[in-house]
């Protein structure tokens, strides 16, 4: 296993597409994140999978946000009806935990997003 | 939430110079990461470090948790160091499972 792959690496779609984004996370990490970083900030985040449940989402992400992870291994973010300020950079992680514990994030290369 | 302020945010150096970078967070955590953002956005784990001090090759890192504060020191500076480092941390009680990001130190090493 080499770490944590997300594709694509580049997506530039119009304004009102649908887009998705997928992440396959390190196969022993029971946690998989999203995060989304635009130029000049720290990554934000955006939610959260233990396995196959989805336990805590931010107020970032709106109706037009959508994550899935079936059967606990790769997961996928839905991006409706795109608008310019959803450009950004799309960041997966991956972790070990176990209850109040994780190990450390891992993350993935990220998906750069540009709406046009 | 929690704060994470990251100081400075901006360094040059010339190589071979030595460095500290200083993160300081609002409240207990029980995850501490420092990151490298490499120009190319890759964010890599440099070290998971909640407490206690931890070492790899040029790089040290060392955490006072009951003062709620990291430390990132930099020895030899090469122009491969140069890019952005972040310090994330995860609260102990209310901050659900999320890793929060500070605002990150420029470094850039020239030769």
């Known amino acids: 296993d080499t770490g944590v792959s997300q594709d694509p690496r580049h997506k530039i779609t119009k304004r009102g597409q649908n887009v998705t984004f997928r992440c396959d996370p390190i196969?022993?990490?029971?946690?998989l994140y999203w995060y989304r970083q635009t130029l000049g900030q720290g990554p934000e985040f955006l939610t959260y999978?233990?396995?196959?449940?989805?336990?805590?989402k931010s107020r970032l992400l709106s109706d037009r946000f959508s994550a899935e992870r079936p059967k606990g291994s790769f997961s996928t973010l839905e991006i409706q009806r795109t608008e310019q300020g959803d450009s950004a950079m799309y960041l997966c992680?991956?972790?070990?935990?176990?209850?109040?514990?994780?190990?450390?994030?891992?993350f993935g290369s990220g998906t750069r997003l540009t709406v046009v | 939430g929690i704060q994470v302020e990251q100081s400075p945010p901006d360094l040059i150096l010339q190589e071979g110079a030595n460095s500290t970078l200083r993160c300081n967070f609002s409240?207990?955590?029980?995850?501490l990461q420092w990151f490298h953002q490499n120009p190319w956005g890759q964010l890599i784990n440099l070290f998971y470090?909640?407490?206690g001090t931890k070492q790899n090759g040029r790089l040290s890192a060392t955490t006072v948790a009951t003062e709620r504060y990291s430390l990132l020191y930099i020895s030899s500076s090469q122009t491969t160091d140069s890019g952005v480092y972040f310090c994330?941390?995860?609260?102990?009680?209310?901050?659900?499972?999320?890793?929060?990001f500070g605002t990150g130190t420029q470094l850039k090493v020239e030769l």
């Open positions: 409240d207990s955590v029980n995850n």
């Open positions: 470090i909640p407490s």
């Open positions: 992680a991956s972790s070990p935990g176990q209850g109040a514990l994780d190990y450390g994030y891992t």
């Open positions: 999978f233990q396995n196959e449940a989805q336990l805590e």
């Open positions: 196969s022993e990490h029971n946690r």
């Open positions: 994330a941390v995860r609260r102990i009680t209310g901050g659900g499972n999320k890793l929060t």
